[in-house]
């Protein structure tokens, strides 16, 4: 009985505490002394928040101390992109829930139930409601960084996806791309330069088979990498809402067996891209194209 009570004032002790307390008591040393030395920390004292804080590890996995201080301007941004105004409890979170950060950009919840993960812009919630007087924290297992636009924008800024770029505008689906939620499973250059010379002067003759093929690369939900699973089929925003199918193996995820997503969750506004090494192309066009023979 003596060590229950224990237990029960140390949590209430925990509880009763404001957001520096807990997140404290948590051990999120680093989230206090970047906060600290960005003069948030009155800020955070002086509202009702609801706290993503990223673990110490997390921190660590995107620079040194001197790094991260080296710029306070854009760590700030970064830290305030983990605020949100008032109580978000997990039993508020719900799929696609977008909810606007103190930085002024909207953070998107996502739920998995195969999995029973959750997730904030792509971070894995690993501890939940930790309550506090003034707020609430959820354990996040890395660091949000703030996007600078929405996919469009990214493709656009991505070297890398020139020519992605240049079909996108010569199918005239941008707007589709400004839909939001979305996912894009974004071939690079290189992948369209593993294309038979054939297939890709078809699709530039063919504008409506280009737009199809390129929408097949789109899912009109946000699909971060926590919630992939191997054996996974997706519903595209091609015409005939055609499936990928995924291949999940530790860290590394294929696409319809033959691509591979070299580069995953990276943050738009409107949802999330992943870069891969292959253009996608519907099995039914495969014999047409002379794939399979």
């Known amino acids: 009985m003596f060590r229950y009570c ?44 609801t706290i993503f804080a990223p673990t110490n590890a997390a921190f660590d996995a995107i620079g040194t101390e001197q790094e991260l201080l080296s710029d306070k301007t854009v760590l700030t941004t970064i830290l305030l992109y983990h605020l949100t105004n008032g109580v978000i ?5 719900r799929n696609e829930l977008a909810v606007e950060s103190v930085a002024g950009l909207k953070v998107r919840f996502n739920i998995y139930p195969h999995n029973k993960a959750v997730t904030v812009e792509g971070a894995k919630i690993s501890k939940f409601d930790l309550n506090a007087s003034n707020g609430i924290v959820h354990v996040i297992d890395k660091v949000l960084v703030p996007p600078t636009g929405g996919i469009v924008d990214l493709v656009s800024g991505n070297k890398d996806l020139g020519t992605l770029l240049s ?7 941008t707007g589709i791309i400004r839909r939001d939620p979305l996912t894009v499973f974004a071939p690079t250059n290189a ?25 097949y690369h789109l899912v009109p939900h946000t699909a971060y990498s926590p919630g992939l699973y ?39 506004t409107n949802g999330v891209v992943h870069l891969i090494d292959h253009v996608l192309i519907p099995i039914r066009y495969w014999l047409s194209f002379g794939f399979g023979k």
């Open 230 to 268: 191997n054996r996974e089929y997706i519903r595209t925003l091609d015409a005939q809402k055609d499936v990928i199918r995924l291949s999940v193996s530790g860290k590394v995820v294929s696409v319809n067996s033959y691509g591979r997503v070299i580069k995953a969750d990276i943050p738009a």
């Open 6 to 49: 224990c237990i029960f004032l140390a949590v209430h002790c925990v509880l009763g505490g404001n957001l520096i307390e807990v997140l404290q008591a948590n051990g999120e040393s680093k989230l206090i002394k970047y906060a600290t030395a960005c003069g948030l920390a009155d800020t955070i004292l002086g509202g009702t928040f």
């Open 191 to 215: 992948a369209f330069s593993r294309l038979p010379a054939n297939v890709l002067s078809r699709l530039n003759s063919d504008t409506a088979l280009l737009k199809e093929v390129l929408e």
């Open 167 to 173: 079909l996108v505008q010569k199918a005239n689906i």
């Open 89 to 93: 409890k997990s039993t508020d979170a």
